[in-house]
Structures are given as structure tokens and as C-alpha cells.
């Protein structure tokens, strides 16, 4: 494997990157359909349709289940998950390793999950601290895939595009880090399918985070 120069800013997504929360964002959803007599779905279908904003999510659950009001069963699922967001949601074996391998390169974290349950999540787990700035979906005016929200973080820590990688699971992190003009690296243990992850062509790809440090030269020694 390539070894690319030491990063200057690393770029994550959250859900399917960071932490797993499929088993919570799926009991919830179900419960939600269910409790609106809507019929459940399959888990795997639940999980096509996260990484894009829980609106994009409940439009697609609720059509899938039998139609229904797009807005009344956000809202219905809006309060069930957040009563449920740290139930089963931990984070992927290994973050905290490969944290602790860049000490020192600031991190950022972008997600399209509404702050409403990104700060929660990221507080529950103890890790708001690893990230700055943190950015949700409702944060700035655009989500990814638009480029916003990582120029806002390049800005912020005055990065080189060429020495900046948005790590993410999915087409919607990976087409973002293009527009922004930074480094990808597709994730392929996330909730996207693996042939999603390879078509949308990123710069690497990986099987477990903890290979991250492995694309990068030694950590330059300060004189």
C-alpha cells in the first residue's frame, strides 16, 4: 500500500464509520412504523437508506412500509430515538487506537445525523473532545455530499486539500471529499454496501479503521 504524506487534518464521518448504530436507529425506526400501523422492515433495508439525514430515511422507510405522512412519522421517530440512542451504539473496535496514533492532527467530525443526536451520542461516549469543529447535518445551510461543511473545516484548520482525508462508509462522504478536493478513504465495514463504497472511486479503502495509520510515512519529527 501507498504510504501518503503525514495528514494534516482528518476528516470523519459518524454512523457506520465511527460507531455502530444500526441496532438502535432500526429498533427505533421499526417501533415507530409499527406504532403508526405501518409494516416493519428488514434491517438490511433500514440500514440502504442511513448516511443521507433522517428525512431521507423516513421518506424511504415509510414508503417501503405501505405510505403514510413523510412529516408526522419524522417527528413520531424523532422522540423515540432519541430515548433510545445509546441502548446498543458503541463505537467500532479500535477508534480509540487509532485516535490515540494521530495525536496531535486535528480531527473534525461531519455528519448528516441532525446535532440533536450527534452531540448526545458523542457526549454518551466520551469522545466529543477528539473533534473540532463538530458538524451536523442542520449546522451549516449545506450537508455532504455538498462540499460545505469540509471547506468549513479546512478553513478552520487552515489544511492543505492534498494532506486532508474525509474517512467515511458510504458514496455520500466520498463524492463530498472530491468536491471539497481532499483524500477519501471508503470504509467498507460501515452500513453501505461494498459495491456503493468502490464505485464511488475513493482514494483508498478499508477493512478496519485500525489500517488507517498504515496509509500514511512516519510522523515528522519536530526539530
Known sequence: MALYPWPQLLIFDLDGTLIDSKEDIAAALNQTLTERGLSPLARAEIYAHV??????LIEKAVAAAGGGEVEAALAHFMGIYEARLLEHTRLYPGVAEVVGHFAGVPMALITNK????????????????WFDPILARDTLSECKPHPAPLLHALAAHRADPQRT???GDGATDI????????????CLYGFRSE??????????????????????????VKR
Do not use: K, Q
Not at 448516511?51 to 431521507?56: C, E, F, L, P, S
Open 51 to 56: 448516511g443521507n439525514g433522517v428525512y431521507h
Open 114 to 129: 441532525s446535532m440533536r443526536f450527534t452531540r448526545p451520542i458523542l457526549d454518551g461516549l466520551g469522545v466529543s473532545r
Open 165 to 167: 482525508w474525509m474517512v
Open 175 to 186: 463524492d463530498a471529499g472530491h468536491a471539497a478536493g481532499v483524500r477519501t478513504v471508503g
Open 195 to 220: 459495491a456503493e463504497v468502490v464505485a464511488a472511486r475513493p482514494d483508498c479503502l478499508l477493512r478496519d479503521l485500525r489500517d488507517l495509520p498504515g496509509l500514511f510515512a512516519e510522523r515528522p
